[in-house]
């Protein structure tokens, strides 16, 4: 079994598994919020935290972010408690990115303020639509002026936030989606990032779609879709920097911007997945396991904290001698797979196209020690004859069709 190796840590994704329930097209990993869950899911992640601190050489974090499932159904005092546990782990200098995820349905002005002084520095909004029935379709369980509400707060108490679209939605028309890009840029959000609907395998709209009840809009449709957000977010002065992304001067999401420069990041919580610079690691998506793991007594936060008080204990040492962490059997928590060369120059490859720099060939020969011109010679000549590529001073980035098509171009640099 491979152990995982950081060089340095870079970068912290925690996934927070709990939702309220579950919207029909989402294939995150999340399980109905219960406080019992969460109590016990947080004694189990600090200890997790602990173990993934341990394999990191330069213990540096640039950023943090917290994702789901829904974050925002989190208490704000353990937000501030999870930030107080990476800090005493890891150095996080002030000027570093503190996202944290939020659903409209589950955040208030009152949780705003106390997010921001806990530490958060950026909130990603999940706005989705200003549409209702659109939205109901979707299974959100916030309405068109809740959003507009909370979209309203955020930029009253956060200088630093993004909201998210979904466009091609069955039965959207071109007019609809043009209003919701209208809506969410009278809040001139200093970043954007819009996702067309995509159908995962073992979601209730993939099975709807199976038996013929779903319809997905016709790709002119989805391309008009995304060639009409491209051109209005453009003239509001957005730059469009990766595929679904788009910002406001200095407002790149640098968490994200890591995973596209092929930097390492750790990543905890069941479901979370993370990449070490040479492997990459999947945690299981099941919740039971994960504190069985890492928190076999099942303590919840409140009991660590009187535990500690009465023992001055730390949470660590009072499991050290109850079941100690079967270290030699990693196997039962994650999946690690350490990648080839070739795979490694292939995911470089496609996560640098996916950047509106493209991919630049010293780059690639600085990392590889591979002339990327010769190893990729058809592709790039194919790629640019379909018009899916240009190539220019040195290196190579999409075309608006490209991006449109980006699966299809991300596939030709999967050597065999
Ligand atoms: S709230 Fe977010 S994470 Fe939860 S089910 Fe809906 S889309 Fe998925």
Known sequence: ??????????????????CSSKCPYCDFYSTKYTKLGVDQFWAALFMELKELSRTTKNNLVQTIYIGGGTPSLIEPVFVAELLQKIKYRFKVPPTAEITMEVNPASVTEEKIIKLKRAGINRLSVGIQSFNDQHLSFLGRRSNAENNKKILSLIDNYFDNYSADLIFALPNQSLNEFEQDLEEILKFSPPHISLYNLELHENTPFHEQYKKGNLKLPAEE????????????????????????????????????????????????????????????????????????????????????????????????????????????????????????????????????????????????????????????????????????????????????????????????????
């Open 1 to 18: 079994m491979h152990n995982l190796n950081f060089e340095t840590a870079n970068a912290i994704y925690i996934h927070f598994p709990f």
């Open 221 to 416: 449709l989805d391309a008009d879709m995304y060639e009409l957000a491209l051109e209005k977010l453009n003239t509001a002065g957005y730059r469009h920097y990766e595929i679904s992304n788009f910002c406001q001067p200095g407002y790149r999401a640098r968490h994200n911007y890591l995973y596209w420069l092929y930097q390492p990041y750790l990543a905890l919580g069941p479901g979370a997945s993370g990449f070490d610079g040479s492997c990459r690691y999947q945690n299981f998506r099941d919740l039971e396991k994960y504190i069985d793991y890492y928190n076999p007594e099942r303590f919840t936060f409140a009991e660590i904290m009187d535990l500690k008080k009465k023992n001055k204990k730390s949470f660590s040492e009072l499991l050290k001698n109850k079941k100690k962490l079967d270290v030699n059997n990693k196997a039962k928590i994650r999946k690690i797979n350490c990648l080839t060369a070739e795979e490694k120059m292939a995911e470089y490859s496609f996560l640098a196209l996916r950047t509106d720099n493209g991919l630049f060939y010293h780059k690639f020969y600085q990392k590889f020690k591979r002339d990327f011109k010769t190893i990729y010679k058809a592709e790039i000549e194919e790629l640019i004859k379909n018009k899916l590529i240009i190539e220019a001073n040195g290196r190579i980035y999409l075309t608006t069709r490209g991006r449109e098509l980006a699966n299809e171009v991300f596939l030709k640099f999967l050597l065999d």
